[in-house]
């Protein structure tokens, strides 16, 4: 089974970072994608950053803010946030595709006060 488990979560102030990390069973390598994804009360789930090999993708509320990297060695991948600001808060997803099956964390809370 497939496991995924975030960490990095917390309060921060606007303009602060957080650095988020996704701990992955097995060999990250083997994962065709990973990303997060964040969900805030009332609001649907979006994706917020994504890796595939080399190629990263960023939704545009996150753009150049945010960076998605990983650590093959260690089976982790990170998601460092920059210049955050107060709609960033959200829970926030790992998230591991492995050929046609999706696999999710539990989240993480990050709360960003004005």
């Known amino acids: 089974q497939v496991q995924l488990v975030e960490s990095g979560g917390g309060l ?3 303009g602060g970072s957080l650095r988020l990390s996704c701990a ?3 060999s990250i390598n083997n994962f065709n994608a990973m990303g ?3 969900q805030a009360p009332g ?3 979006e994706l917020v950053a994504r890796i595939t090999g080399d ?3 960023y939704a545009d509320s996150v753009k150049g803010r945010f960076t998605i990297s ?3 060695a260690k089976n982790l991948v990170y998601l460092q946030m920059n210049n955050l600001k107060p709609e960033d808060t959200a829970v926030y997803y790992c998230n591991a595709i492995l050929f046609f099956e999706n696999y999710w964390g539990q989240g993480t809370q990050v709360t960003v006060s004005s």
């Open 12 to 14: 921060v102030q606007a």
């Open 24 to 26: 992955a069973s097995g």
């Open 36 to 38: 997060w994804y964040r």
């Open 43 to 45: 609001k649907l789930r």
């Open 55 to 57: 190629s990263t993708y």
């Open 70 to 72: 990983r650590d093959n």
